[in-house]
């Protein structure tokens, strides 16, 4: 698979810099940086998931729908 990425100059300069100082060609650097981003999104994700069933025991009880009823 080929990815082109065009990029303003100033940000192509930035990241070109950033992967020489971590010694990996331009190609992994990118790659690394979307990964990481990627298991953000995912922590983020997870822990709504993992909440949400705690969340709904207060949310399904009837006091919680006579508090909202006026809306």
Known sequence: ???ILE???EIEAEVTTEAAQSGLPL???IMNL???RKL???AGT???FLSESALAKDWLRPE???AW???
């Open 46 to 48: 997870e822990n709504y």
């Open 1 to 3: 698979m080929t990815i």
């Open 34 to 36: 979307i990964e990481r």
């Open 40 to 42: 953000k999104a995912t």
């Open 64 to 66: 919680e729908d006579e």
């Open 27 to 29: 190609s992994d650097y």
């Open 69 to 71: 009823q006026h809306l």
């Open 7 to 9: 990029l303003p100059p």
